[in-house]
């Protein structure tokens, strides 16, 4: 019997994400880690508050930090049965890197709607990020838009969006 050696083939290393996210991958919100309310207001008063359902949040980070995209789609009750989506364009630190600056569109059922949410980063691990932002649009451009409306017994002039998610392990 003879053994024979075969060259191995040696990998490049793989290439780092941006610093100021975790580690290249694809994170997911688990829906009891992921907390989303829709508020309408008008002037001063609060005229509505639900909760919303996170059918699946979606960080993905790739090495190149022009490539990694937030993903969000919700559901409830304020919506009418219609599902609420929001696909960043970007992602962008501030303040150094304790911030994030997510520009993307908003979409219900009609046109997408440029929207820009603002995150807080909690806490960033190599394979976790906790973190919190809002996201705030007048409601009748919003509507025209979007398609999204509100009762006529809750008027409203600015909706608010409030996200608070863990994205956590490479799916």
């Known amino acids: 019997m003879t053994t024979e050696t075969r060259p191995t083939a040696v990998l490049p290393p ?3 994400g941006p610093d100021w996210l975790p580690d290249p991958g ?4 688990a829906p009891d880690r992921c907390i989303v309310e829709l508020t309408a207001r008008f002037g001063p008063l609060t005229t509505l508050r639900r909760r919303l359902t996170a059918l699946d949040a979606t960080l993905t980070v790739a090495p190149d930090s022009d490539d990694c995209v937030l993903s969000l789609e919700l559901a ?3 919506l009418g049965g219609r599902v609420l989506t929001f696909v960043s364009t970007s992602l962008t630190p501030t ?3 304790t911030r994030l600056h997510v520009p993307g569109e908003l979409a219900l059922a009609g046109d997408p709607a440029p929207a820009l949410f603002g995150f807080r980063v909690v806490e960033r691990t190599a394979d976790r990020l906790l973190v919190l932002g809002t996201l705030g649009l007048p409601y009748r451009p919003l509507r ?4 999204l ?3 006529r017994i809750r008027p409203a002039d600015r909706i608010r969006l409030l996200v608070a998610a863990e994205f956590t392990c490479p799916v």
Not at 26 to 29: D, E, I, L, N, V
Request: proline content about 10%; aromatic content about 4%.
């Open 76 to 78: 409830g009750r304020a």
């Open 95 to 97: 303040d150094q890197a």
């Open 14 to 16: 793989a290439r780092p």
């Open 144 to 147: 025209r838009t979007t398609g």
């Open 149 to 151: 409306t509100l009762p």
């Open 26 to 29: 694809t994170y997911g919100a």
